[in-house]
Every structure is written in structure tokens, then in C-alpha cells.
């Protein structure tokens, strides 16, 4: 994969990646994006929830497995339990 680190020592390298990197880390500054380890998104993904599903999730901070899982069971309406 391609990290934070991966993009500051290749930016020099590959000018597309520069770029790339300037925007995730105005993406991270401006609170538009959320960076998490792939290991973070298991639960979420393994745990296969549908739309109109609950799901209580007792772990939750600082809160982006909790986002994942309500964007799940949001469903195509955006409109969750």
C-alpha cells in the first residue's frame, strides 16, 4: 500500500504523487478525510452489515469503525438506524 511516508519519499520521485499527497493532507487538515490502517477496517467489513441492520459497537473512539458501519446500514437513502 501507499502510506504517508510512502507518498513523502516518492512525491520527489513522481510529480503525479505530489500532488496526491497535497490533497490528503488537505483532505486531513480540512476534516474531509480520515486516514485508518487497512487491520482498522476488518471489523467493519467482515462484520457485512445491510442497510436497516443495528448495530451497537461499544469500542467506538475515536469513532471511524462506527462511522463505516453507519454508512453500511445507511444504505443507498442515507438514512440509518
Known amino acids: 500500500g501507499l502510506d504517508r511516508a510512502g507518498l513523502k519519499i516518492g512525491r520527489n ?3 503525479r504523487l ?3 499527497d497535497k ?3 488537505q483532505g486531513i487538515e480540512g476534516g ?3 486516514r485508518q490502517e487497512i487491520v482498522s477496517m476488518l471489523p467493519a467489513a467482515l ?3 445491510q442497510p436497516g441492520d443495528r448495530v451497537l459497537d461499544i469500542c467506538a473512539a475515536p469513532g ?3 462511522a463505516q458501519l453507519m454508512e ?4 443507498a437513502g442515507g438514512e440509518g438506524h
Open 47 to 49: 462484520l457485512d452489515a
Open 32 to 34: 474531509y478525510v480520515a
Open 64 to 66: 471511524t469503525k462506527c
Open 23 to 25: 490533497a490528503v493532507f
Open 13 to 15: 520521485k513522481v510529480p
Open 72 to 75: 453500511a446500514v445507511a444504505g
Open 18 to 20: 505530489a500532488a496526491l
